[in-house]
């Protein structure tokens, strides 16, 4: 008996350190970024850099650390290598652990009230209030990401108006058209800005503080 009970603590010793990788892993700011940067769809080792500010022999390294914890894979195409999340089950994990994380450390609500309400007047709605707004065609609903993460897939009638051309979009609509603008999810801003950029336009606008992964989620849980 003494033997199994001994195989046993061995065993849940083991396990731990292997559920240890991951928490290792995730230690790092930078490779949390890299997550969420993938989690919107696959990327080079070039554009992560590019998203992220970081040189590419860091992004490299953070990379080769997600590796080994498996929470990330590439595949080449001819001399690209291309990044993704291992598993779309991953994306689940990142948005439970923005939640526990806002739930749990009262500065990032702190940081999020202080930044939004140092824009003007800014108009958050709810998913469900942006679903039923695009039921009723009384809204654009304009996706903010990059046309590359657009065109991986999007929020079913929106349209895509990356930040960088919000000054041409905006020359180009009429302005009594109500406006929703949405990004990457909670950890973006782009939203925010995009909503204060057109509300002092002359335009209805709000913000939708989800993203994609946020919406397909909540709706297959409705």
């Known amino acids: ?38 989690s919107n769809g696959s990327r080079t080792v070039e554009k992560i850099a590019a998203s992220t500010d970081m040189n590419v022999a860091n992004v490299s390294r953070h990379l080769q650390v997600l590796l080994d914890a498996k929470l990330v894979k590439f595949t080449k195409k001819g001399t690209f290598v291309i990044y993704s999340l291992a598993d ?11 939640r526990i994380s806002e739930k749990q450390i009262p500065d990032i609500s702190r940081m999020k009230d202080d930044f939004i309400n140092n824009l003007d007047d800014i108009q958050t709605l709810t998913m469900d209030e942006v679903r039923e707004r695009i039921k009723n065609d009384s809204i654009i609903l304009v996706d903010l990401r ?43 801003v782009y939203s925010a800005l995009a909503a204060q950029k057109l509300q002092s336009e002359g335009f209805t606008a709000y913000r939708m503080e989800e993203g994609l992964n946020e919406w397909q989620e909540h709706f297959q849980l409705h």
């Open 1 to 38: 008996m003494e033997e199994l009970l001994n195989s046993a603590k061995l065993f849940k010793e083991d396990l731990y350190k292997q559920l240890a990788r991951i928490g290792k892993c995730l230690s790092s700011d930078k490779r949390l970024e890299i997550l969420n940067l993938l």
């Open 88 to 98: 779309p089950e991953i994306i689940n994990f990142l948005s439970s652990l923005w």
């Open 146 to 188: 990059p046309k590359e993460e657009y065109e991986m897939d999007h929020i079913a009638g929106a349209i895509s108006m990356p930040m960088e051309e919000l000054e041409v979009f905006i020359r180009d609509i009429p302005k009594n058209t109500e406006i929703i603008a949405y990004c990457r999810g909670p950890l973006c």
